[in-house]
């Protein structure tokens, strides 16, 4: 299909989602949203597609939301209305943060407001060196969206996440990486290699075991120990019946390289 906001391609099973918007600095429209699930949706029900990279074109992973869409939005009458609206909307970041498919997340330039709460409900965050981060919301006079005031604390803290979110102060990839904020900096010019050898690493193995591992990991963030207990029993007993390992146990057996089918 084609996207008037993004880019999306297969290749070898690894889906690369390139949000395309670069004379606005990739910042979020109504149809980048709408897009964006869409793609989701498609990747999730195709049955080949076992992880995702996710970039920006251009100079910049995202600056933000396009100010034309936050006129939209405020004239959106009345109140519960923008409040059902924005429901719709922001529901991109339950979406993103549950996807079976594990992410990588390909950050360079700026990455700021909804693009960094985007950013954050990846899996993996990899950074260039360039890369500027920024939770600018409560400048513009509104708060953190798309589930930054949940992903952020549970990153990097919540005196960390209060000091960044109340300042609206930018940093950089070094203090980014420091606190937590992403995994790596990678070079400038290595960034789109090392997150698609990234994502490819993680496509190569069983994706029910990644499925189970990323849906019980999420769920230990709120759950308790006897949630998480209970949890792993019964979706290591969904894995241990599984073509998947029993194709690992005969190729360590025989000392071969697995070949995994994702069942």
């Known amino acids: ?25 990739n910042s979020f429209n109504l149809r980048m949203f709408e897009e964006i699930k869409e793609v989701l949706r498609q990747a999730e029900n195709d049955g080949t597609t ?4 996710i970039k920006g074109s251009g100079t910049s992973f995202s600056a933000g939301g396009d100010m034309e869409f936050l006129k939209y939005l405020q004239e959106i009458e009345p109140a519960n209305s923008l409040e059902n609206a924005l429901t719709d909307i922001l529901d991109l970041g339950d979406q993103l943060y ?27 965050r990899l950074a260039s060196e360039n890369a500027v981060f920024g939770i600018e919301f409560i400048a513009m006079g509104i708060v953190p969206d798309m589930g930054l005031m949940y992903t952020l604390p549970r990153l990097i803290g919540p005196a960390k996440a209060k000091e960044l979110v109340l300042t609206s102060r930018r940093i950089k990839a070094p203090e980014a990486e420091r606190i937590g904020m992403i995994n790596t900096i990678v070079p400038d010019a290595e960034l789109e290699e090392k997150a698609l050898k990234t994502a490819v690493q993680m496509g190569e193995l069983p994706s029910l075991a990644i499925k189970k591992a990323k849906k019980g990991l999420n769920q230990s963030i709120t759950g308790q120990l006897k949630d998480m207990l209970n949890y792993e029993s019964k979706a290591q007993a969904a894995c241990l019946k599984s073509e998947d390992h029993r194709e690992a146990v005969a190729a360590f057996l025989a000392k071969r390289k697995p070949e995994f089918k994702g069942k």
């Open 98 to 124: 549950n996807l079976q498919i594990p992410t990588v997340v390909a950050v360079h330039g700026y990455c700021l407001g909804v693009g960094l709460s985007f950013a954050l409900l990846g899996d993996i």
């Open 50 to 53: 076992r992880a995702i990279v």
């Open 1 to 25: 299909m084609d996207y008037d906001t993004l880019q999306w391609e297969v290749t070898d099973k690894v889906g690369i989602l390139t949000l395309n918007r670069p004379a606005k600095l």
